[in-house]
């Protein structure tokens, strides 16, 4: 009878904690489900995420910070993170080759399908060294702010149907940084308007969408992808241009090889300074905690230097 006892009295506490344990995890899923986790690919997407959700959504920055945007794949564990979240925004116009096969389990917004996308003018002869695909359109449409704004306006609607309950904040939010967005633009008019010079010298064809805005040139060493190998031929013509039209600065970008930008500089005896193109941020930038307008901003003020505008 002891026995049976004892038995009736640990079954008791078995239950007791399993129970308890149930209840843990109920407890956890209702966490997961008060923020939603929502995958961005670009730091211009995840910037925007940022501002509008305020803390309210759980956000994944595909690109680790420091990777050059165009040659990234994720890795399994990333995929997998990727898959259990509930809304995936990635940039598309052939920026990301993995998203063609990649099997989306959530809802996912291809925000190239959105935006103005420009078309390559000229046909520089890099465009058939690589294939990424993205040589029919220019994928660095996040320099443009009316794109950023209706990105924007897209993210809103889409955190508003993840998280009704905050539709005031992601409807305020929005609106600020729409108005940031709007005074950015203002700015590069005002201070892109009346300039000495026309062209920037850049590595990698990222800045069509700003020289379009705002009334520029660019020449490039490379296409519309950074990892394309510069010919020879493309350096000298760079190095003639450079000597011709007394150019003070060539620019390169963070993340992909700067030596051919630098033997040009040497060779033409200007400086060497960085333009951001915002696909993506360095480690160091993301540590000071950078934005979209802190750089845009940095861009400005060097792009204005170097054109000599008053
Ligand atoms: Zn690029």
Redesign the pocket.
């Known amino acids: 009878m002891k026995d049976f006892r004892n038995i009736i009295f640990v079954l008791i506490i078995a239950t007791f904690i399993l129970q308890m344990d149930v209840s843990k995890q109920d407890a956890k899923a209702e966490v997961k489900n008060e923020k939603p986790t929502v995958s961005l690919s670009t730091f211009a997407l995840y910037d925007i995420a940022k501002n509008i959700s305020q803390d309210t959504l759980n956000l994944v920055m595909i690109l680790p910070f420091g990777v050059?945007?165009?040659s990234f794949e994720p890795t399994p564990k990333l995929m997998a993170k990727i898959m259990g979240s509930d809304l995936v925004v990635y940039s598309g116009a052939g920026?990301e080759p993995w998203t063609s096969s990649f099997e989306f389990k959530s809802k996912v917004i291809d925000m190239s399908k959105s935006v103005h996308l420009l078309k390559p003018k000229d046909g520089h002869e890099e465009h058939a060294h690589h294939d990424h695909g993205h040589e029919a359109v220019d994928?660095?449409y996040w320099l443009d702010i009316q794109n950023m704004i209706s990105a924007t306006k897209l993210m809103r609607v889409e955190f508003i149907k993840l998280s009704p309950k905050n539709t005031d904040l992601y409807n305020s939010n929005s609106e600020k940084y729409i108005q940031m967005l709007k005074s950015l633009d203002a700015k590069y008019k005002k201070f892109l308007a009346n300039c000495k010079k026309k062209t920037i010298i850049v590595n990698?064809?990222?800045f069509s969408y700003l020289s379009n805005n705002y009334g520029f040139h660019i020449e490039a060493l490379s296409g519309?992808?950074?990892d394309a190998q510069p010919s020879a031929k493309n350096m000298v013509r760079l190095i003639e241009h450079v000597r011709e039209h007394d150019v003070k600065t060539v620019f390169f970008?963070s993340f992909v090889s700067n030596k051919a930008m630098k033997s040009i500089a040497h060779e033409a005896k200007v400086s060497v300074d960085v333009l951001q193109?915002l696909?993506n941020i360095t480690a160091n930038e993301a540590e000071k905690n950078l934005s979209y307008e802190d750089i845009m901003l940095t861009n400005l003020q060097k792009i204005s230097k170097a054109l000599v505008c008053e």
Do not use: Q, T
């Open positions: 050059d945007a165009h920026l994928p660095h990698h064809n990222a519309l992808s950074p970008e193109p696909g």
